[in-house]
């Protein structure tokens, strides 16, 4: 079958056919997404060696099913994000645990639903399982008052798109870093209530909106960069979520002062521990199709590259490289023969 392999440069490529367990389903791979986790994995890998198929966000159908899988059949139109350990979603087809896979709304292209699996995942475990808000409304956790706040730090990307509107839905304040006037204009269109600047000194622009500190803050961006700006920012017993790996030692000690809770969100645990409790990926993302059917949540789509191959997946890799894109980059389809 046909593959694009990191080696780490991207070339199209002739593979072998996945060969899935019994909880695997075969599918046959419509349209992708990008995400920085594919640069990231790409930059590791040593030259010489036999490549590597990269890719964790992928929509399409259902060829075959595992003998322990009962939740999908072929034909099914489903979505997913997948297993970091196993090869990904850059080729015609992909063996993925049925544990991890959601259907597809039935309202959305194939590129547009391939934008939302990994960072809708990400967005919902980190804000409904770590933060501990509840998805269906009233912005709290049990026992406290709606309306609580949330600085969303990186609001532009795939993530944050997601987070935004999964955040408004739960009845929180939202409040989205964005720099640029299309990034702003996006985020908006989130649905962020307001907007700050991440170039500029954020304490101000938060005390402009009437807001000293925060209850909660989101920091889909750089850790590093943001971790004394947030231990100033939450109140407390406030609560921090971070999904990006901290690149030197984080000082505690004003966490630890003001009783701060710290979420650490990482898509690929529950793949990595296996079992049923996979499944609970499966349920968000079926969750999702319902609530984007429902028109509650959109994708979060920026643009679509072209067909799958890699000269399109390279120009999606330099785009996210240069950190100004908004939304989810996917490519959608295969170059004919």
């Not at 030259?47 to 099914?76: K, N, Y």
């Not at 959305?108 to 939302?116: C, D, G």
């Not at 919902?124 to 009233?138: K, N, R, S, Y």
């Not at 969303?152 to 964005?178: E, P």
Request: proline share 5%; charged share 20%.
């Amino acid at each position: 079958m046909r593959a694009v392999l990191a080696t780490p440069e991207l070339i199209d490529a002739q593979v072998a056919e996945p060969t899935p367990g019994p909880h695997d389903l075969v599918l046959q791979v419509e349209a992708l997404a990008v995400n920085p986790v594919d640069t990231k994995v790409r930059a590791g890998i040593a030259p010489g060696g036999p490549g590597r198929i990269l890719g964790w966000d992928a929509a399409g159908v259902v060829v075959t099913c595992g003998e322990a899988v009962s939740r999908f059949r072929p034909g099914d139109a489903v979505m997913a994000a997948g297993d970091i350990r196993r090869p990904g979603c850059y080729a015609e087809r992909l063996a993925v645990d049925a544990r991890l896979v959601g259907r597809k709304p039935e309202n959305l292209s194939w590129a547009e639903a391939a934008a939302l699996p990994l960072t809708t995942l990400t967005a919902w475990e980190g804000l409904f399982e770590g933060l501990g808000f509840d998805p269906d409304g009233g912005g709290c956790s049990a026992g406290e008052s709606a309306g609580h706040s949330l600085l969303i730090l990186g609001g532009a990307g795939g993530v944050g798109s997601l987070a935004i509107q999964l955040a408004r839905r739960a009845g929180l304040r939202v409040i989205a870093s964005a720099s640029r006037p299309e990034s702003r204009a996006w985020v908006q269109e989130m649905g962020a209530e307001q907007v700050v600047d991440h170039h500029l000194p954020l304490a101000p622009q938060l005390q402009a909106l009437g807001l000293e500190q925060v209850d909660a803050i989101a920091n889909f961006s750089d850790t590093d960069a943001y971790w004394d700006a947030m231990g100033e920012l939450i109140r407390p017993h406030g609560s921090l979520l971070v999904i990006v790996g901290n690149r030197g030692p984080l000082a505690m000690e004003r966490l630890k002062e003001k009783s701060v809770r710290l979420c650490w969100e990482f898509m690929f645990s529950r793949s990595a521990a296996g079992g049923d409790g996979q499944l609970a990926q499966g349920r968000i993302l079926d969750r999702l199709a319902a609530l984007v059917e429902a028109g509650e949540i959109r994708t979060t789509l920026g643009q679509t590259l072209g067909a799958i191959c890699a000269a399109s997946l390279g120009a999606a890799h330099a785009l996210l490289a240069e950190g100004r894109t908004f939304g989810k980059i996917a490519l959608q389809g295969w170059p004919q023969r």
